[in-house]
């Protein structure tokens, strides 16, 4: 079985479930109203917005994020709100008044549309085993040394802040976020494995994973750290050193479940 040919969470949605995600403009607020009216019994829709609006949200009122993305469950014009399901809080049937959702709206809305899932007929031991493949192909440790070593030229994180208000919007930070929360679904997926195929010998790599979270969160932190301190220099050297070690933590893994799954099929 081939990789899916795209990387993005959308283009596996689609691949391996038949879940296809469009994402259109529509910038007056009564043609989304039309359309959520039209979309809601037939298919999930979500709305673009900025979180500054959000009342369930961490930056209410305090930070912009104009990129947040949400479900709509329902629609309420006698009391003028929408109803709302978050799955990044794990939140449904948040009430959002009309006025605060078209203050914070950013244009677009996109729907789910559900295709044949091929799922089933896919081997998830295989589908481990060459993505595995694919991290060595694609020299993806090496790349995270190389960052490491980059990272060690610069002097100051001044040119990350350009255009941003706070640390945890800028580029850097988003990426290496983004990559701590991709190894977080790593142990759910060797455990699906595991019981899906009884194949217990991926359970083990399961705290070696555990361990890496652990190790991103850590270089998380420190980052938002050399943004504020006036010790760069020191957390640079440390923050190279921590990514050299996960690199090198991550690559041991990835072998031993490559291993795993050679002998396996």
């Known amino acids: 079985m081939n990789l899916c040919p795209s990387n993005s969470i959308r283009g596996t949605l689609f691949f391996y479930h038949g ?20 979309q809601i019994m037939s298919c999930p829709i979500t709305v673009r917005m900025d979180t500054f609006y ?14 947040h993305i949400f479900f709509i469950n329902g629609i309420d014009y006698e009391q003028k709100r929408l109803y709302c399901t978050d799955p990044f809080y794990l939140i449904q049937d948040k009430k959002i008044s009309f006025d605060n959702f078209i203050n914070g709206y950013s244009n677009y ?28 192909v694609n020299k993806t440790f090496d790349s995270i040394r190389l960052f490491a070593q980059e990272l060690n030229k610069i002097i100051s994180l001044s040119n990350e802040l350009i255009g941003f208000h706070e640390a945890w919007q800028t580029p850097l930070y988003y990426n290496i976020t983004a990559i701590a929360n991709s190894r977080k679904r790593i142990p759910l997926l060797l455990l699906y494995i595991a019981n899906n195929y009884n194949c217990n010998e991926f359970i083990d790599c399961i705290e070696n994973f555990n361990s890496i ?53």
């Open 109 to 136: 809305y996109g729907l789910f549309e559900f295709e044949f899932d091929n799922s089933k007929s896919l081997d998830g031991r295989k589908i481990i085993q060459n993505l595995l493949i694919s991290l060595f």
């Open 19 to 38: 879940i296809k995600f469009t994402q259109y403009e529509c910038k007056n607020f009564q043609n989304l109203k039309e359309i959520i009216n039209e």
């Open 213 to 265: 979270i652990l190790k991103w969160n850590s270089i998380k932190d420190l980052i938002l750290k050399m943004f504020i301190s006036d010790d760069f220099f020191e957390l640079k050297k440390r923050l190279v050193i921590k990514l050299e070690d996960v690199a090198n933590h991550e690559e041991t893994v990835a072998k031993k479940l490559l291993d795993i799954c050679k002998l396996i099929n």
């Open 54 to 67: 959000c009342p369930w949200d961490k930056s209410y009122k305090k930070h912009h994020n104009k990129n």
